[in-house]
């Protein structure tokens, strides 16, 4: 065909020259892959980079003297003990390298077991506890009980030692150690946050009773300790615990007296939250709880006695809450009379009750009810935020945490002009425009000013303002 076209000696020169042109590009391609071999493929092995590395090797050829500075410096690194160490010491101060499991493992030696057929004891047994702590108050006037005939509280709550499994757990359990600060400065209480666990054989929902022991003889001028799970969220930041109507009681826990006392339903009342007075009593009644608590047989036994003994209890070890529902129906006339079963406002409620209905709430009623229009306690039962998740269920219990938690902060962030933009998300917006008399705008459901931390029989001192005629 070409040589009809351009004749028989015109197509030899062609097919020569197209010879030659594959002969040039092969001698090209060896070139580069010569090049590439000796230079490197540069940074990021990109035909930019090879063109660069390549201009600088023709140009500028005393670079060769001293030989690539990359590879030398990789080689330096991998024979330089010094620069072993420095990558090493680099590696520990990355995040992503830090193996978190390690560090919460626990290098000391390993208490000593118990002896199972011993029953289990805390420590020694206290049988005059009212006489020494009313010694101890009539010697530290200044530690009194009682402030402004309200008594002093000590809300107590912890999470375990460990890092949480999941990678957000650990954020909410501090939304819910700030929701739980939040309470406790507008009411004038006091907080204890624990991360230990004191006794090995009492862990899980057992970690709670060495610790609050501990406390109530640690702290005499407490008058009431307030336990609170770690998953449980106030809702309700103005709500006050009428404390007047616990007077003649030790123990309130939200319940009701015919699902304990009459039913034995093992969800007749829950230790979420519960309020347990500083005295003899509460020693004792704690010294009848623990017992069931040691891990291991001992609680695997009382567990199948509660799941035969309290309605609609499923199969599984013994909890601190079918222990006290067992104690309490079962020897009601040794406990009963001082225990009281709050349900007039919840002290604790089931998430999956009301979380949906909070915008309602906002809507039709008003803070400071404390009940099922203005819930003062949500607790998320089953949520276990620390734990591994990946099914739905573990998802909703995660949003609704953050609706319950913006839903009890917009409360507080609002005394300040502020409130989040949803109960879904954490941005806020302003709400009231500044002023520059801050004062004199009104503190409407009196969260900063609040009546019950008001401090009488005090005379304020004239702060003595230094001017300029007095100079």
């Known amino acids: ?6 004749g028989a000696q015109r197509s030899r020169k062609f097919h020569r020259a197209l010879r030659q042109c594959k002969v040039t590009a092969l001698c090209l391609v060896l070139t580069v892959v010569v090049l590439r071999g000796i230079i490197g493929a540069g940074e990021f092995g990109t035909p930019e980079k090879d063109f660069y590395e390549i201009r600088n090797r023709l140009y500028f050829p005393s670079r060769k003297r001293g030989g690539d ?23 520990k101060n990355n ?33 005059n506890w009212d006489a020494q702590r009313a010694q101890w108050l009539n010697e530290n006037p200044d530690f009194a009980n009682f402030i402004n005939k309200k008594p002093r509280v000590l809300l107590v709550t912890g999470s375990s030692p460990k890092a949480c499994e999941n990678p957000v757990g650990d954020h909410y359990l501090l939304k819910s150690i700030k929701n739980k600060i939040d309470y406790c400065r507008v009411h004038g209480l006091e907080i204890f946050y624990s991360m230990a666990l004191l006794d090995a054989e009492m862990a899980g929902f057992w970690a709670k009773l060495p ?34 109507r616990y007077k003649d009681y030790n123990l309130v826990m939200h319940g009701w007296n015919e699902m304990v006392y009459d039913q034995k339903n093992w969800i007749g009342l829950n230790t979420g939250s519960f309020l347990l007075r500083n005295c003899q009593w509460s020693l004792d009644i704690l010294d009848a709880w623990a017992p069931m608590g040691p891990k291991g047989k001992v609680r695997d036994d009382a567990g199948k006695k509660f799941t035969k003994e309290l309605k609609d209890r499923p199969a599984f070890e013994a909890d601190d809450q079918s222990t006290m529902v067992y104690l309490l129906a079962t020897e009601r006339d040794k ?57 739905n269920l573990a998802e909703r219990c995660l949003r609704q945490m953050d609706r319950a938690f913006n839903f009890g902060d917009n409360q507080i962030l ?19 425009n500044e002023t520059r008399n801050p004062l004199e705008v009104k503190d409407k459901v009196r969260l900063l000013s609040p009546p019950y931390k008001a401090v009488k029989n005090f005379e304020p001192v004239q702060s003595q303002v230094r001017t300029m005629d007095t100079a």
């Open 1 to 6: 065909m070409i040589e009809r076209c351009l």
């Open 69 to 91: 500075p990359h590879r030398v410096l990789e080689e330096r690194r991998a024979t330089s003990p010094s620069f072993a160490t420095h990558d090493r010491n680099h590696n």
């Open 95 to 127: 995040y992503d390298e830090f193996n978190v499991k390690m560090s919460m493992e626990d290098n000391g030696e390993d208490d000593e077991k118990p002896d199972p057929n011993e029953p289990y004891s805390r420590g020694p047994k206290i049988s």
């Open 211 to 244: 610790l609050i022991r501990n406390l109530l003889l640690g702290h005499p001028e407490v008058e009431f300790l307030w336990w609170m799970d770690s998953d449980a969220m106030f809702t309700d930041m103005t709500f006050e615990v009428p404390w007047e």
């Open 335 to 391: 406990w009963g009379d001082k225990v009281y079963l709050e349900s007039e406002y919840y002290l604790l409620v089931n998430w999956a009750i009301l979380v949906d209905r909070y915008e309602e709430m906002i809507e039709k009623y008003r803070m400071g009810l404390g009940d099922h229009r203005w819930p003062l306690v949500t607790h998320f039962v089953g949520c276990k935020p620390c734990a591994k998740f990946g099914d």
């Open 414 to 432: 609002r005394t300040y002009g502020f409130t989040h933009k949803s109960l879904a998300g954490g941005r806020v917006k302003r709400v009231r």
